[in-house]
């Protein structure tokens, strides 16, 4: 452990920025922009120096042989040893032995996701400055935008939970600002508190699992943490108890089954804030936060167990619910939901590193898709009607050109980055028994299953990119190109997303994840022909997408002719909304009436008015006594002393 | 041989003292209410003086100095105020300055 | 029972009931100079000289010309008698004698008449001089600066608001009523 000064000023630039913005703001709109953007790209500067600091800490000797590793297959990682920069800020509370510190840590995980936050953050702010251009309000956006930055900060640098956790409902909080952003919309306005009542159910059960943890093991620092798991003799079911509480909090915050329903409606927000919150940084943190308790998930094969049921389910649920929007961005929300199943899948198999793998590049090419839809919703005058567009490639090349490298490197085709990570995932799910015996038993169920989700993927978004951009123009607007601060981050995006693949080859990901996080077996490098076969899922997938919506048209038509019921609950989002209204909100609303009407209205309501008559009646009374007159207070006191006298010599 | 009959002096302020907290509650004249208030403290000051013969000592005696002077004080400013209640109220009848301001 | 003691509590309680009886302020205050005076007596018959002496000066010379002064200036009326004052009266008498009936047995239950061989203390301005400048200088003092805060307050209190300082009006008020009236006709 080192300290670093450099560590504790990455996220102070946003917090300075989210103040700075909204005052300049007051002044020129168009001037706090650039300065959200300018904070934003000084904390991605400052976590390169960082990153740098780290890469020094970590040692060339660690480094090389890690690298060597690379080169001999079955080289176990779990060999490194643990390192990271500290920036302990202050002791932030003690209550006896339990104590909390305002601890910033900077591992190899913490350096990863770091890196994507601020790298991806501070793209999404200059593409904000075109996008935003013509928004009277939007120096409130900036000033949210960094806000949200600084808690994503907090949450990804947060040495303890309880840090973690201030992170986690600041973005939350931010989150709930954002989506709400032009909060004169009431079904925007709901869609934002939506969110933020979905993710309320998540944090109750992130607190039980925090009290539980300080409870059996008095501390929430992750070191302690993993130290006192490694050799705990803590029952299987307190463990278990403890990760679900975790996952529900993550299923929370990173749209899991069951409380995946705020992601779809949160796209009411500004396009920026779908691709930043709602796609690359703030609904994985359920996944960060599941790799950093791998410690705790490792212990509980059972939990483990539900972790991949539920993430399968997710992912092939959202992804058919997904084949048949007609909203640019409910596809991509609903691809979004999808592919954080895809990491949980990896994650609930031990696999964290390539739950994380799968979370960068999936940063890269979903905010790259995203923003692209933004520029293609921006050129047509606010229109997210796929049926509304057509032939957009030859009025906007650079939106189609980098929507369709996203869209390649999301449907996994070798060598895009979506294609490593994504056969990780299949692989390390595939060889799930072998650690785990709960999982061993539906391995083959699963695989097919997440192998039939990743056909669907490719699917749905050759689907969009088709409807968008091939064929010819359906609407009645006049697109034309976006300007050059949104062009630059989508064609770097599209540069990432095209070869974020290399992180796992030139760069060893998975050796430099293993210095936090246990990566297991290093697999050698495979051919490509066998790299070809294995990205079928996502030749299949596109090319049944272009097959339907460019050449045989009719074909979808006839299907959904001929399946109409499955049509109608695809694209009511199979009811799910609708159930949880009946089962749900309604008897909560039915209790909260009776409630209302019954104890509230008489009861409560009665007392305090009784309470008030009362007084009222007895003042009406005893005001006859206040007449002003100063004889009459005389005489009453005079009563009353003769009175105690007597009472006196009476006792 | 002398006998004490501070009792019977500090009956008689009792009395007095009676007679003047009567005549303050039933007087609606400030004046004579502010004149049985001096006869309250007579009352008071013949006690003092009785029972400092009795208990042998002059600290009545001096309670009874500063009672008067207290009583200088507060005739002074007394007079004061029901001449300002005059002004204002064109009265000197307590009863009619019953709202606590003027 | 000493024949003194008898006439001079006649005669402060009838003066008493005087001040409270008579209907016309003047006389109330007569009857309160007769008080005071008895009370000076009073204090003399309990050998305490000079707080005979003062209580004339201070009471009977000061005090009451000051009240006999301002009943003059107001021209207080004389009190109506009605019910109501006949009623609180009564009232506040017989409140009065359950104290005077409660705290006087006690009275004469915790100070017997006894026979006392010394001599009674003497209340001469030389003994009480001595005590008042020694032991009770701080008080003496601060009974000072009571006096005078006790006259500026009154300064304040009876001077008129504006005004022409040349001719002091007593009812100043009234005055700017008439000329608000006369404007508005």
Known sequence: ?????????????????????????????????????????????????????LRALVGAHSYEVAAAGAHGAHHGGEAQVYRALEAPLFEWFRIGDFG???????????????????????????????YMAEDESRPRFFSYLNLFLFSMLLLVLGGNLLVLFVGWE????????????????????????????????????????????????????????????????????????????????????????????????????????????????????????????????????????????????TAIVAASIALVQNDIKKVLAYSTVSQLGFMFVAAGCGAYWVAVFHLVTHAFFKACLFLGSGSVIHACHHEQDMREMGGLLKVMPWTGLTYGISTLAIAGIFPLSGYFSKHHIVEALSHSGETNPYLGTYEAAFT???????????FYVTRSFAMTFLGSYRGHAHPHESPVTMVIPLVVLALLALGGGVLNGMVPFQLWLGHTIPVGHVHSSESIG?????????????????????????????????????????????????????????????????????VD??????????????????????????TGQLRHYALLMFAGTVFLIAFYFAM | MNYDYSAYYVLLSLVLFTIGTVGFIVRKNAIVAFMCLE?????????????????????????????????????AVGLA????LFRNLETTESSDAMELRL | MPLVFVILSALLIASAVGVILFRNPIHSALCLVVNLVGVACVFAALEAHFLAVVQVIVYAGAIMVLVVFVLMLLNSKTEERTLSGVIQLVLSGIIGGCLVSVVGPFIIEQWPIVAREEPPISGSVEALGKVLYTDYIFPFETAGFLVMAALVAAAMLAKTKGGDPNHPRISEGKNDGTIQAGGEQ
């Open chain 1, 601 to 626: 209205q008489r009861v409560v309501d009665g007392c305090v008015n009784g309470t008030a008559a009362i007084v009222d009646v007895s003042g009406e009374v005893v005001r006859n006594t206040a």
């Open chain 1, 1 to 53: 452990m080192e300290n670093s000064l450099t560590l504790a000023c990455i996220p102070l630039f946003p917090l300075v920025g989210a103040l700075l913005t909204y005052g300049v703001g007051k002044s020129s709109k168009d001037l706090a922009g650039w300065v959200a953007t300018g904070a934003s790209l000084l904390s991605f500067i400052f976590t390169l120096l960082t990153f740098q600091q």
């Open chain 1, 170 to 313: 600041g973005v939350g909080l931010c989150s709930y600002l954002l989506i709400g952003f032009w909060h004169k919309n009431i079904a925007f306005a709901g869609a934002g508190r939506k969110a933020f009542v979905v993710n309320r159910i998540g944090d109750a059960a992130f607190l039980i699992a925090l009290f539980l943890l300080i409870q059996h093991f008095g501390t929430l620092d992750f070191v302690a943490l993993k130290a006192a798991f490694e050799n705990t003799l803590a029952s299987e079911a307190l463990l278990t108890a403890i990760a679900l509480c975790f996952f529900i909090g993550a299923t929370g915050k990173s749209a899991q089954i069951p409380l995946f329903v705020w992601l779809p409606d949160a796209m009411a927000g500004p396009t920026p804030v779908s691709a930043l919150i709602h796609a690359a940084t703030m609904v994985t943190a359920g996944v960060y936060l599941t790799a950093r308790m791998h410690f705790l998930f490792d212990l509980t094969p059972y939990a483990l167990l539900i972790v991949v049921c539920i993430a399968v389910l």
């Open chain 1, 100 to 130: 909390v510190d305002f601890l910033f840590r900077f591992d190899s995980l913490t350096a990863v996701m770091c890196l994507v936050v601020t790298g991806i953050g501070t793209l999404i702010h200059l593409y904000s400055i075109g």
């Open chain 2, 39 to 75: 006869l309250m403290l007579n009352a008071a000051n013949i006690a003092f003086v009785a029972l400092s013969r009795r208990v042998g000592n002059l600290d009545g005696e001096i309670a009874v100095f500063f009672v008067m002077a207290v009583a200088a004080a507060e005739a």
């Open chain 1, 530 to 598: 066998a790299a070809l076969l294995h990205s079928w899922p996502g030749f299949v997938g596109v090319a049944f997408g272009l097959l339907f919506y460019t050449v045989l048209p009719q074909v979808p038509k006839a299907l959904a002719t001929t399946l109409p019921w499955m049509l109608g609950a695809l694209r009511g989002k199979l009811y799910i909304d609708e159930l949880y209204g009946a089962v749900i909100v309604r008897p909560l609303e039915g209790m909260a009436r009776m409630l209302w009407k019954g």
């Open chain 2, 81 to 84: 105020i029901v001449i300002a």
């Open chain 1, 448 to 458: 097919a299953v997440i192998t039939a989700a990743a056909i669907m993927t490719a």
